[in-house]
Nanobody
Framework: QVQLVESGGGLVQPGGSLRLSCAASGSGFSLSAMGWYRQAPGNQRELVARVTNVGSTNYADSVKGRFTITRDNAKNTVYLHMNSLKPEDTAIYYC???????????????WGQGTLVTVSS
């Protein structure tokens, strides 16, 4: 069973930076794509950034050039580096990991618990 632990959210002023982390623990799995989503009050959850197991990335248009997603496969961890933050980036950020149980070869998707990012002066 895969468990995720997110960290790194908080309050930051406009123009500031934050780094979110999401670490997967457990055994018997192989991760493929790793991503970050966010949900602001009254809005649907949306994709922010995603990275595949071969390093291909895609970003929401609203964060291109400001956010960078990276992954450390040795640590089963995905990061979201957020720069030039804007008030409209305020949301709960969720990591999402896709993978395969190597014992059953069943695929899975798991969500982190969410971490709040607030951009305000």
């Amino acid at each position: 069973q895969v468990q995720l632990v997110e960290s790194g959210g908080g309050l930051v002023q406009p123009g500031g930076s934050l780094r979110l982390s999401c670490a997967a623990s457990g055994s018997g799995f192989s991760l493929s794509a790793m991503g970050w989503y966010r949900q602001a009050p009254g809005n649907q959850r949306e994709l922010v950034a995603r990275v595949t197991n071969v390093g291909s990335t895609n970003y929401a248009d609203s964060v291109k050039g400001r956010f960078t997603i990276t992954r450390d496969n040795a640590k089963n961890t995905v990061y979201l580096h957020m720069n030039s933050l804007k008030p409209e980036d305020t949301a709960i950020y969720y990591c999402n990991l896709e993978g395969v149980d190597v014992r059953t070869w069943n695929s899975f998707k798991v969500w982190g618990q969410g971490t709040l990012v607030t951009v305000s002066s």
